[in-house]
């Protein structure tokens, strides 16, 4: 399968070099725009001052992470809190719960060791289906979010009966804070940073019909640029344009539902909700599908 030279959109700024290594090995033109960055918000530090103080009253019985970069995040305030301490100490008398592979490498990285981690699927879903399938009911779960929440979780697992505490310890934000930047390169990503003027090229090019396919790794990297376009008023020229023009690619259900219902077709999602297999089946789709109308267009302009 190839990418014949085509030039792919990269929504995504973690890991945004990684992805964009993937794009070339199939021989595709990688097209760096980040959408969406992480930020840390004046009461990010007083807020994890209180779960920290809360979660050693309450003593959690689970602890959920969700992201590699929660990990180092929650770990780098507590020690500007003076806290790590008894952080760590609630850590170590609690049952870790890892939502995918590279959260569980980032706490074995602190020489914590989660025990829990869902099968294969390694959304807010499949934390979901992990609680429900070993019956966890009327415990005390603290989970530490990212960017943004996940009701179904919440109220998935509050209808087991079980108590939630939650903290955030960054926010998405369609530019870096510093901070996050460098926790993210203590992480060995190379973050590409967001910002208006890539954006704005990047909703250009789609609508003059440059970008063969764009690609979205997860929801928030679809409303920063649904945001933008809102507030510059070019959401309708560029809906069209992706659902005429480019193809979208997203890499799980969650960023699909996050397309969908802004009236946006997404025309590829993968079987495995990685970023490789996400670019496997964009390649396939378009050596499967020679008639469709945006393949068609696409190889009209490129011969």
């Known amino acids: 399968m190839s990418l014949s030279n085509l030039k792919i959109a990269v929504t995504a700024s973690r890991r945004a070099g990684e992805l964009a290594q993937v794009i070339k ?38 602890v959920v992470f969700m992201t590699g970069p ?3 995040s929650l770990i780098d305030l507590s020690s500007e809190l003076g806290k790590k301490e008894p952080l760590f100490s609630m850590f170590r008398n609690t049952i870790l719960v890892a939502r995918s592979p590279k959260t569980q490498m980032s706490l074995f990285n602190f020489g914590l060791r989660p025990i829990l981690i869902p099968n294969l699927d390694y959304t807010s879903t499949g934390v979901l289906k992990l609680f429900e399938s070993m ?72 609508r003059l019909g440059n970008i063969d396919a764009i690609t979205f790794t997860s929801p928030p990297s679809v409303r920063g640029l649904l945001n933008f376009a809102m507030r510059h008023k070019l959401w309708e020229d560029l809906q069209n344009s992706l659902n005429s023009i480019t193809i979208v690619v997203a890499v799980g259900p969650s960023t699909a539902r996050e397309l969908d219902k802004n009236g946006v077709v997404v025309d590829v999602v993968p079987e495995v909700f990685k970023m490789k297999p996400m670019i496997d089946a964009l390649a396939l789709y378009i050596q499967s599908n020679p008639v469709n109308m945006k393949v068609k267009r696409m190889f009209d302009r490129t011969n």
């Not at 199939?26 to 980040?34: E, S």
């Not at 998935?156 to 901070?179: H, Q």
């Open 135 to 206: 019956g966890v009911t009327a415990k005390k779960i603290a989970i530490i979010w990212h960017g943004a929440s996940s009701r179904q979780l919440v109220d998935g697992l509050e209808r087991l009966k079980n108590s939630i505490i939650e903290v955030f310890v960054y926010r998405y934000s369609e530019t870096n804070d510093l901070n996050e930047t460098k926790i993210l390169e203590s992480m060995g990503f190379k973050s590409f940073l967001s910002d208006e003027a890539q954006i704005a090229n990047l909703v250009e090019d789609i």
């Open 70 to 72: 929660s990990v180092y």
């Open 25 to 62: 090995s199939l021989g595709g033109r990688p097209y760096i725009a980040p959408t969406t960055g992480i930020k840390r918000e004046e009461n990010i530090l007083l807020d994890v001052s209180r779960f920290i103080e809360l979660a050693k009253e309450n003593r959690p019985d689970f």
